[in-house]
């Protein structure tokens, strides 16, 4: 059964030069190893032989069609006995770049959707006889006429290619089980084409059919949905995940998501616009926001403005005001006027927060007031701006006195971390908030309602 496939739009702006068109029952001499100048049709009309193509031989079948780009060696040997009938045709190809009313400018192209072999070459045998009938003439009385006919053939031929010991659908496969095998390699459409011995255009157009996507963003769900699963699974880094997939940082990972997602516009942090820009800026416009200088409120009205939905922020704004006193009453019944700490372990590393991230909400949304520390650095700057968080060692947490306590964590390892030195490590139990014994246990997480943030577990010794 023929298969047809849409691919005639490649002959569209096409001008054919042919070099030979001719018919033997011997073995040619452009068929004796040597790179071919010129693309190669042939036909097998009758006989039996083998035809080694750079260095990989084929056996020869009747009624088979051979088609090769040009530098191809081809050597064609008939076996012993068989009397050949083979037709061939030599031509280039080229293609439209420009014009204008008074010229046309050509590039030769020596690319074809489809080259190797295929069965139902019969079917041409009419348009070859036409062409070698041609013979000489065709330079002299009438070139167009040759370059119908084979226009013709080349239409049909990629109209209605029916592949022989390969299909396109086991050629794509291939590339497919590459793929799930090597995603975290460099990979590039050609490698791929060039596996499937097919022409990259072509390629990736049946690719794209097959898979409803296109090759690179086949690769893309396949490198994000591994990130995806190592997340999950694993307490790695996402640096390091990234090199695992196969991109160079996470930058290059970040692209991916950006390409899936078809965005009409980036929002980032004006602290890595320049590499926004060199790594994302042809997927869509990039605009920078402010990070250190303004604070959160600022920056979803100014992002409003970027949208033209300045009144959908000054709304939310309102809303989250609203949410923000009902809690601030509730809350004012536990912690009264004393102070509160966020502190954030990651691995073995301790940060203390101001008003910016986890202690955003804390300081300016709920209005809890930190430690004295705290207070000050953040008061060298506008509020919700500028200072972050500050590093601490386990025996600076002293420094730090304050009446309650949330420690936000990443890991198991971090919580036991966190567990072990409330309950062993000197400065630590000299600290107001533990030293009340007041400390919310593993179980107390599940039983009383312990916020969970981003997978972060959130506990207070209060």
């Given at each position: 059964?023929?298969?047809?496939?849409k691919?005639?739009?490649?002959?569209?702006?096409?001008?054919?030069e042919i070099?030979?068109a001719?018919?033997?029952?011997?073995?040619?001499?452009?068929?004796e190893?040597?790179?071919?100048?010129?693309?190669?049709?042939?036909?097998?009309?009758?006989?039996?032989?083998?035809?080694?193509?750079?260095?990989?031989?084929?056996k020869?079948?009747r009624d088979?069609?051979?088609?090769?780009p040009?530098?191809?060696?081809l050597?064609?040997?008939?076996?012993s006995?068989?009397?050949l009938q083979?037709?061939w045709?030599?031509?280039?190809?080229?293609?439209?770049?420009?014009?204008?009313q008074?010229s046309?400018?050509?590039q030769?192209d020596?690319?074809?959707?489809?080259?190797?072999?295929?069965?139902?070459?019969?079917?041409?045998?009419?348009?070859?006889?036409?062409?070698?009938?041609e013979?000489?003439l065709?330079?002299?009385?009438?070139?167009?006429?040759s370059?119908?006919?084979?226009h013709?053939m080349?239409?049909?031929?990629?109209r209605?290619?029916?592949?022989?010991?390969?299909?396109?659908?086991?050629?794509?496969?291939?590339?497919l089980?590459?793929l799930?095998?090597?995603?975290?390699?460099?990979?590039?459409?050609?490698?791929?084409?060039?596996?499937a011995?097919?022409?990259p255009?072509y390629?990736?157009?049946?690719?794209k059919?097959?898979?409803?996507k296109?090759?690179?963003?086949?690769?893309?769900h396949?490198?994000v949905?591994?990130?995806?699963?190592m997340?999950?699974?694993?307490?790695?880094?996402?640096?390091?995940?990234?090199?695992e997939?196969g991109?160079?940082d996470?930058?290059y990972?970040s692209?991916?998501?950006?390409?899936?997602?078809?965005?009409?516009?980036?929002?980032?942090?004006?602290n890595?616009?320049?590499?926004?820009?060199?790594?994302i800026?042809?997927i869509a416009?990039?605009?920078?926001i402010?990070?250190?200088?303004?604070?959160?409120?600022?920056?979803?009205l100014?992002?409003?403005?970027?949208?033209?939905?300045?009144?959908?922020?000054?709304k939310?704004?309102?809303?989250?005001?609203?949410?923000?006193?009902n809690l601030?009453?509730?809350l004012?019944?536990i912690t009264?006027?004393?102070?509160?700490?966020?502190?954030v372990?990651?691995?073995h590393?301790?940060?203390?927060?101001?008003?910016?991230?986890?202690?955003?909400?804390?300081?300016?949304?709920?209005?809890?007031?930190?430690?004295?520390?705290?207070q000050a650095?953040m008061?060298?700057?506008?509020?919700?701006?500028?200072?972050?968080?500050t590093?601490?060692?386990?025996?600076?947490?002293?420094?730090?006195?304050?009446?309650?306590?949330f420690?936000a964590v990443?890991?198991?390892?971090d919580?036991r971390r966190?567990?072990?030195?409330q309950?062993?490590?000197?400065?630590?139990m000299?600290?107001?908030?533990?030293?009340s014994k007041?400390?919310i246990?593993?179980?107390?997480?599940?039983?009383?309602?312990?916020?969970?943030?981003?997978?972060a577990?959130l506990s207070?010794?209060?």
């Open positions: 059964m023929l298969a047809q496939v691919s005639s739009s490649f002959l569209n702006g096409i001008y054919y070099a030979e001719w018919q033997a029952s011997a073995v040619p001499k452009w068929a190893g040597q790179p071919s100048e010129h693309h190669t049709l042939l036909y097998i009309a009758r006989g039996k032989g083998e035809l080694n193509v750079n260095g990989q031989a084929l020869l079948e088979a069609l051979y088609m090769y040009p530098e191809t060696s050597k064609l040997t008939a076996s006995g068989e009397e083979l037709f045709i030599a031509f280039d190809i080229y293609r439209l770049l420009k014009k204008d008074k046309r400018e050509y030769r020596a690319g074809f959707p489809l080259q190797g072999y295929f069965r139902g070459g019969s079917r041409y045998k009419q348009l070859f006889n036409l062409l070698v009938a013979g000489q065709w330079r002299i009385q009438n070139p167009f006429l370059q119908q006919y084979l013709d080349l239409d049909g031929f990629l209605y290619a029916e592949l022989a010991s390969n299909d396109i659908d086991l050629r794509v496969q291939l590339t089980d590459y799930q095998n090597h995603y975290q390699e460099d990979i590039r459409i050609d490698q791929l084409a060039d596996m011995q097919l022409h255009s390629y990736f157009q049946v690719f059919q097959a898979m409803d296109s090759p690179i963003a086949f690769l893309i396949l490198r949905n591994r990130a995806k699963e997340l999950l699974l694993t307490d790695k880094p996402i640096k390091e995940i990234a090199a997939v991109y160079k996470e930058f990972f692209r991916e998501d950006f390409l899936l997602e078809q965005p009409d516009l980036i929002l980032c942090k004006d890595v616009l320049f590499k926004a820009r060199e790594h800026n042809d416009p990039v605009v920078a402010p990070w250190v200088s303004q604070d959160i409120y600022t920056q979803l100014k992002i409003g403005e970027f949208l033209n939905r300045e009144e959908e922020a000054v939310w704004l309102e809303s989250h005001e609203r949410k923000a006193q601030r009453k509730a004012r019944s009264g006027s004393g102070t509160v700490g966020v502190c372990c990651r691995e590393e301790l940060r203390m927060y101001g008003a910016r991230n986890v202690g955003h909400a804390l300081y300016r949304s709920l209005q809890l007031t930190p430690p004295e520390r705290i650095q008061n060298l700057h506008p509020a919700g701006t500028g200072f972050n968080w590093a601490i060692t386990p025996d600076g947490l002293k420094d730090y006195d304050c009446d309650f306590i420690f990443e890991t198991e390892g919580k966190i567990h072990e030195w309950k062993n490590n000197p400065a630590w000299q600290h107001s908030a533990i030293r007041l400390i246990s593993d179980d107390d997480y599940h039983n009383h309602g312990t916020t969970e943030i981003g997978g577990f207070a010794a209060l």
